[in-house]
């Protein structure tokens, strides 16, 4: 079963996000089932080039493939050209896509063999057509000796990540640094609307910095394991409490990374929901491809349309 039903409309409490009626969640792409681990995503302005991660079962690979739509279908996943024996992960494009950044464990000087902590990197292109340069690390403020996650931007270049420190709220929390004068502030800790004691992370900021969409980790009330959660501004410019975005998007499994599309109306994220059932098999090819297709249980990427009124 690559879809699951929605059987009736999904309504966010707050009245300003809604999936509309008779919508599916389904699998973004069977041909990603080659993979064993699939995880985060972004996708540029015109829809016709994705990003997304590509990882080992249990995480010790970590790679960054680009996909592009030719002729309506999309292309093989291609390794990104930077790629070595380090880790790359949660890639997000700028607002005129010609900017890419991700997370890596990747040393900052070639000669270096060790890898670091996780920082914030990005490559650039001089046009769409253009080959990718190599890595550079955004430096500080934002990047330190700590964990440094999940880069995502608004149109005023405003940064949010995730950032694993001693000084935050909880083991991970959603910091920002403000663009300001062609350079980056320090990071600021988000408040306890967003942030608790416990895992907060995975944040999608919108393009005009209007809501926010990220994950919790086994927070009360929540469905289980990682939920996917939604904020927006008030009229003075504060994050409003966090709510659950609520079943059948959140399930009892672990959702994470969000990416919305906001010009088609489509929320991507990262499951592992599980819903295979017991049954009989006529060949072990058709137990295979049940197995490999179904929602089972690993990390694949998902889709639905959602409309988001702010």
Known sequence: MLKLKLLVALIISSGYLLAQEDNEIVQFSASLNQFLSVRDFCLSKDGNEAFLTI???FQEISQIVSIKKVNGEWTEPELLPFSDSYMYMEP???KDDKRLYFASDRPLNDSIQEKKDFDIWYVERMSLFDHWSEPINLGKPVNSE????YP??????NLYFTLESPAGLGKDDIYFCRWDNGNYASPVLLDE?????????NAYISRNEDYLIFSKYDAKGGHGSGDLY???KDGNGKWEKAENIGLPINTKYMEYCPFYDDKRGILYFTSKRNDIIPQEFQSVSEFQKYVIESNNGLSKIYMTKLKIDY
């Open 92 to 94: 997000f494009l700028s």
């Open 55 to 57: 990882q080992s079962p």
């Open 152 to 157: 995502t931007l608004s149109d005023n270049n």
């Open 193 to 201: 609307n967003i942030n608790s004691d416990g895992y907060e992370f």
């Open 146 to 149: 700590l964990n440094e996650f």
């Open 230 to 232: 939604k904020s927006k």
